[in-house]
């Protein structure tokens, strides 16, 4: 049930990372429908090199993450506009091109997501 509060997912990839060029086009078709479909899509994040010297905040609890994972992050006005993108998608030809790519590249091996909320500031 939609509460009107904004929704925000956050989708986490494993890379083939042979496939990156592939997985930047994936990355850029989906930018464009997330907006088409009243979402706010705040980017697809991948890895890159470590600065040098720049060790973690808290060497007894962290580690640096595998180089194969990339991020992405968009946000919909609520749960019911972001219900009704998952059902226009559907129909979409950019959505179908979108996941062609991904089975024709396998540009991305598997992927997670989470639902997150704001803390207020």
């Keep these: 049930m939609s509460d009107g509060n904004p929704i925000t997912c956050q989708v986490r990839y494993t890379l083939d990372l042979g496939k990156r060029n592939d997985f930047v086009k994936y990355a850029q078709m989906w930018i464009k429908l997330v907006n088409r479909y009243g979402g706010t899509h705040h980017g697809y994040f991948m890895p890159r090199t470590t600065p040098e ?26 749960e019911a506009a972001f219900r009704a993108y998952r059902e226009d998608v559907k129909t979409d030809p950019e959505c179908g091109a ?4 991904m089975r ?18």
């Design 53 to 78: 010297g720049l060790g973690v905040s808290f060497p007894e609890l962290a580690y640096d993450s595998p180089s194969d994972v990339a991020v992405a992050l968009f946000t919909f006005p609520s």
């Design 104 to 121: 024709d590249t396998g540009c991305f091996l598997k992927y997670e997501r989470l639902f997150l909320e704001r803390i207020e500031r």
């Design 98 to 101: 979108a996941e062609a790519l």
